[in-house]
């Protein structure tokens, strides 16, 4: 086993609200290789999320594959209402840096 | 086959559009042209404030240049969302500007407004009826009493009955985005599927291109089975991935898209590479299910005001947030009769975009300070925030060396009137039907 930079194998990595209560992450891989080395690493749960971000887990709504896009999906409940007091990123573009850190376990035999 | 021919110029009213993809577009024959004005993401305030969150003088100049054009090939165009959030004060702007245009151009027509409005009583004798769209509590009478516009979402069919009217031009309130761009072919009997899912698509206008834009145009030409989508600017192209992807943006879940009165399912859509610049997409189905209409409202919490200052002291960046605790209680103890306000410093260069999310809250060698005061008025918000900015700024934390002051204020003056500030308190669905929303009839000119 070992680890790849997810920069390595996606090409989009971003955040943003999906109406004022949630906020969304893309990651699109850049192709079908590096979509399945990252489906296949079986790291990408709730569990991964909620850590990145230090929620509790029942605080990502969900973890979507899309084949279509080649591209993983999760939501998170916003720490507040787009807009509200104590906001930070009324647009939640701003959001997926944490990700930027996920290294994905690789057989060396997949590779 | 049959076919229907739709144009999108812009993916915001306002956003605007160069003026040779949006002629390339006309090139193309479209059989209507729709434009989505409004959009959420910029939050509580334009709808809780009655304001348009696009520019009066960009927007005109978009509608300067549809305007006239849709009228003079008799093309259809649909304004959806008018304003920004698509109360009537939004449809109201919308539609004084188009009156103007149509004076100064002497254009005369026939125009549809419907208004999207809910009225506050109506909504209150429902209330048992109404569920949170997503996770927020349940809507209460407080919610709906302290909301200042109250708007729902319609869906195509209300567009659909203006055309059967014989309007030229119909100016929505608050609408389901893809509605405008499928209205016409849903009244012409083509599938809901494959249309919705083309609006869909079409209301973001070129930001599903490569590169992606939403300042330039795109074309949807719709069949039975399925649609063709390309941008009508030389320099970008439609792929597969690009027009795949779309579907993620913005949205939960990219494989059921819900909308009023059902839900757009993609789990079978196959999506094809016609040509260089051309995808084809078909197998979107649609999902009927109860019909439910989408309120938003928001009210006032406030009134704010700002300052903005820098911090390069490393000793007092060292105990930053000590200092920032200890000024905080020096304000609450010298306004203790202020009751409720609402003061706030975003930390720029320690944690001031992600907040608590932040991951690695160490400060840089500078950082930057925003004094946020929220306050009942405008004057209680400058007096918080001024008397904050002083102490702040004069404060003798542990091991001070600079004496003269402790921030870097780069505006005199240096504290910023914000004005009024609102939060979200109405995202909630409520069962309803879709002649709930009524176009009026008015001539133009």
């Known amino acids: 086993m070992k680890n790849v930079a997810i920069t390595e194998l996606a090409h989009v990595i971003r955040s943003k609200n999906s109406g004022p209560f949630e906020l969304t992450f893309d990651i699109i891989f850049k192709d079908d290789q590096s979509f399945k080395l990252a489906i296949n690493s ?57 990700l930027l850190t996920i290294q994905v376990p690789v057989k060396e035999e997949d590779e | 086959m049959k076919k229907l021919t739709v144009f999108s110029p812009t993916a915001i009213l306002g956003y605007g559009f160069p003026k040779e993809s949006f002629f390339e577009g006309l090139a193309h024959n479209p059989d209507v042209i729709g434009v989505d004005a409004g959009s959420v993401d910029p939050g509580p305030y334009y709808l809780g404030a009655g304001v348009s969150f696009t520019d009066r003088a960009a927007v005109k100049r978009d509608l300067a240049l549809i305007l006239p054009e849709a009228l003079k090939r008799g093309i259809p165009l649909l304004i959806g969302t008018a304003g920004g959030s698509g109360a009537q004060v939004h449809l109201d702007w919308n539609r004084e500007i188009i009156e103007e245009i149509a004076a100064e151009k002497n254009l005369s027509f026939k125009m549809a407004v419907i208004p999207a409005d809910i009225d506050k009583d109506y909504l209150l004798a429902n209330l048992d009826k109404t569920s949170p769209l997503g996770p927020l509590p349940a809507l209460t009478p407080k919610d709906v009493e302290e909301a200042t516009y109250i708007v729902a979402q319609m869906g195509w069919e209300p567009y659909s009955v203006a055309l059967d009217q014989g309007a030229d031009v119909i100016l929505g309130g608050r609408t389901y985005d893809p509605a405008v761009f499928a209205a016409l072919a849903l009244k012409l009997g083509f599938p809901k599927g494959p249309a919705l899912h083309m609006g869909k698509i079409l209301e973001c206008a070129a930001i599903a291109a490569e590169p992606g834009s939403g300042r330039d145009c795109m074309v949807g030409v719709l069949d039975e089975e399925g649609f063709t989508l390309f941008p009508t600017n030389p320099q970008r192209r439609c792929t597969v991935k690009s027009v795949a992807a779309h579907s993620l943006y913005e949205k939960s879940n990219p ?183 009524k176009p009026e009839i008015v001539e133009v000119g």
């Not at chain 2, 975009?353 to 991951?359: F, I, K, R, T, W």
């Not at chain 2, 870097?408 to 929303?437: Q, R, T």
């Open chain 2, 255 to 437: 494989w059921l898209l819900p909308g009023p009165g059902g839900a757009l399912d993609l789990r079978g859509t196959c999506y094809q590479q016609v040509d260089e610049k051309t995808v084809r997409v078909t197998g979107s189905a649609y999902v009927e299910n109860d019909y439910t209409i989408k309120m938003e409202g928001s009210r006032l919490v406030g009134y704010r005001t700002l300052t903005i200052a820098g911090v390069r002291d490393p000793i007092f960046i060292s105990q930053l947030q000590e200092v920032l605790e200890q000024v905080r209680s020096a304000v609450r103890d010298n306004f203790e009769d202020t009751s409720n306000y609402h003061l706030e410093f975003k930390i720029y260069g320690l944690n001031g975009v992600m907040g608590d999310l932040e991951p690695n809250p160490v400060p840089g060698h500078e950082v930057g300070i925003i004094i946020e005061a929220v306050a009942g008025t405008q004057e209680e918000a400058n007096t918080i925030c001024s008397f904050c900015r002083t102490t702040l700024l004069h404060y003798g934390y542990e091991g001070r060396i600079a004496t003269a002051g402790n921030l870097a204020l780069p505006f005199s003056p240096s504290d910023l009137p914000a004005g009024p500030v609102y939060e979200y308190c109405i995202h909630h669905l409520l069962p309803s039907k879709p002649d709930f929303f």
């Open chain 1, 42 to 98: 079986g790291i990408f749960t709730p569990a991964l999320f909620a850590g990145l971000y230090k929620i509790p887990q029942e605080e990502v709504l969900g973890v979507i594959q899309y084949p279509p896009a080649k591209a993983i999906k999760a939501t998170i409940v916003r720490s507040r209402p787009a807009g509200s007091l104590g906001e930070t990123d009324v647009y939640g573009a701003q959001q997926h840096a944490p």
